[in-house]
């Protein structure tokens, strides 16, 4: 940015997009929900969100997990496409060339004005390949019905998946290792290569901890 | 979210507003030329004002890198813009929501405390060699407030 643009008056300094009096839209004659970019937006009731977890399991039992994670992909893909469009127009120019800490704020302040939780990435492990993810205050979590006692959160680990993969080019895959609705302090979702996570889902069925699956995925090889 | 002004409408929902609430009002009301003229002053200073507090940070920080001395021209300048319309609409919720929660986190993740104790000291002493006291005193308590809250923070950079 030329220092002199900077101070004109009535340009605006470009900062928190996410901003949710700025980005939620609400028009109270037709009930709609929209984004600053002209998106549909859809609120969820928490009544809502339980009757899927429970609804699915009814009908389709285990398989409900496998269903949940493919609605948590297609979501992502779209929530990425969504992302990538907003950012790119407000900043003015392609998603790739933003400075990262600009996009991750971009994207911590999205999460949280979409009402999804306070995301935070951990990258100690970049080096291996591994990410770890930590959601705190997910609103999936808290509508999780209290029978189950291993963690739910498959919509949200497709989602991470597809959104880390569309973001690195790569197929990566993801598995929720601890959970707010099992009493942990935060969500944690572990990211890597789908061939290293292939046993992943079977270590978090057995009751292993997240320290414990974390180091077993970084023994393995990339 | 909505300002107080407009809470205190909704709440007055079919009777008059009471007396206390009509102070707020006519105060409200009695200090908007006031305001408008500081904001005005803000607006018409802002070149200057941050290009000095920059020039005289870079003298104090001579190591201090130039994408660190344009993060914090962008902040500087978001700090002014969102005081002044807090100021003049005496909306504190503009300032959490669209200014601190964003710039903290910048601050944080670029390891920015030690620059910003510096350059929030030197953009102090720009308002007060730049407005008149009667006007410094309007828009101080709004950018003192946002200077505490990002100098509280005291945690590791990690982009660093």
């Given amino acids: 940015m030329a220092s002199s643009a ?58 409900a997990r496998l269903v949940l994670r493919n609605c ?13 469009q907003e950012l790119s127009d407000y900043y003015q120019k392609p998603l790739a060339e933003l400075e990262m800490g600009l996009f991750l704020q ?50 949200e680990a497709g989602l991470l998946a597809t959104w880390f993969s569309q973001l690195t080019g790569q ?15 935060s969500n944690l979702f572990i990211l890597t290569a789908a061939t290293r996570l292939k046993e992943a889902e079977a270590w978090v069925d057995a009751g292993f901890s997240h320290e414990q699956i974390l180091e077993k995925v970084l023994q393995s090889t990339p | 979210m909505v300002s107080p002004l407009e809470q205190m ?10 007396p206390e609430q009509l102070e707020q009002l006519k105060a409200y009301v009695l200090g908007w030329p006031k305001r408008l003229h500081v904001y005005r002053a803000l607006r018409e200073g802002e070149p200057q004002m941050v290009s000095r507090t920059l020039e005289a940070l870079q003298k104090e920080m ?28 005496q909306d504190e919720s503009l300032l959490r929501e669209r200014l601190i929660e964003w710039v903290e986190e910048e601050v944080r993740l670029y390891g920015l405390q030690n620059v910003y104790e510096v350059a ?22 709004w950018i003192t407030q946002v200077q505490a809250a990002l100098l509280s923070l005291r945690s590791p950079s990690i982009l660093s």
């Fill in chain 1, 171 to 185: 197929d990566l895959a993801c598995v929720q290792t601890s959970s707010e609705a099992l009493g942990a302090k």
């Fill in chain 1, 106 to 155: 971009s994207l911590k302040q999205a999460w949280k004005t979409h009402g999804w939780g306070l995301i935070d990435i951990d990258w100690s492990y970049k080096d291996q390949g591994v990410l770890v993810v930590s959601i705190r205050n997910s609103p999936f979590a808290a509508a999780t019905p209290p029978h189950f006692k291993r963690p739910m959160g498959f919509l």
């Fill in chain 2, 62 to 89: 001579p190591t201090i890198a130039p994408q660190l001395v344009d993060l914090c021209r962008r902040h500087l300048l978001l700090l002014l813009r969102h005081s002044a319309l807090a100021m003049l609409l």
């Fill in chain 2, 120 to 141: 929030h000291r030197l953009f102090q002493q720009e308002l007060k060699e730049h407005l008149q006291p009667g006007e410094l005193e309007f828009i101080r308590p």
């Fill in chain 2, 9 to 18: 409408l909704i709440e007055a929902e079919a009777r008059y507003l009471t």
């Fill in chain 1, 72 to 84: 948590g992909r297609m979501w992502g893909k779209e929530f990425f496409r969504r992302f990538a």
């Fill in chain 1, 6 to 63: 900077g101070f004109d008056p009535y340009t605006p300094v470009l900062a928190n997009y996410y901003a949710p009096s700025l980005y939620l839209q609400s028009d109270l004659e037709s009930g709609l929900l929209e984004s600053r970019h002209g998106d549909r937006l859809l609120a969820l009731p928490e009544t809502l969100l339980r009757a899927i977890y429970t609804g699915l399991e009814y009908e389709t039992g285990q398989a």
